[in-house]
């Protein structure tokens, strides 16, 4: 394994980002997390869109959306997890290592986890916001 070559690459910065992150983070594999940006959300995913989440365990008066997602990003980060706020925008699967463009960056992977979760349908009615 070169040095150039990263163990894990995640994309996507969501619950289920920074859960991956943190459990890889955990066991040495040094991930590599690009945040997400404009394209399938924002960095945080879609919680940081919401207000009080009610049905967290471990809040029992509740949190906001964009709180707990900070909660999680410091926790993956503590562990050494490294983010770029970028999206990615091409993945090469059929040769190892992968390969992942990103907006400014393109790195090589051993492995992969991808964590882009999904958006909102919106139904766009008066009082939707
Ligand atoms: C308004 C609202 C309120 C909600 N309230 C609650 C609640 O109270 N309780 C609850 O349990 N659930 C709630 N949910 C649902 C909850 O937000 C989702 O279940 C959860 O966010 C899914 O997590 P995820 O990590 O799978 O994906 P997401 O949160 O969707 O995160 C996806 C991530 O991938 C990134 N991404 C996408 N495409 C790319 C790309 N090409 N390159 C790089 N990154 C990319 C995005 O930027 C984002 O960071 C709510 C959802 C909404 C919209």
Do not use: C
């Not at 590599?32 to 008066?61: H, R």
């Not at 051993?110 to 766009?124: E, L, P, Y």
């Amino acid at each position: 394994m070169t040095d150039d070559v990263k163990r894990l690459v995640i994309i996507g910065s969501g619950p289920a980002g920074h859960t991956a992150a943190l459990y890889a983070a955990r066991a040495n594999l040094q991930p590599f997390m690009y945040e997400g940006y404009v394209v399938g959300g924002s960095a945080g995913g879609q919680l940081v869109t919401t207000t009080d989440v009610e049905n967290y365990p471990g809040f029992p008066e509740g949190i906001t959306g964009p709180e707990l997602m900070q909660l999680f990003r410091k926790q993956a980060a503590r562990f050494g997890t490294e983010m770029v706020g970028e999206d990615v925008h091409e993945v090469d699967f059929s040769k190892r290592p992968f390969t992942i463009k990103g907006d400014k960056t393109e790195v090589k992977a051993h492995s992969v986890i991808i964590s882009t979760g999904a958006t909102a349908k919106r139904m766009h009615v008066p009082s939707e916001e």
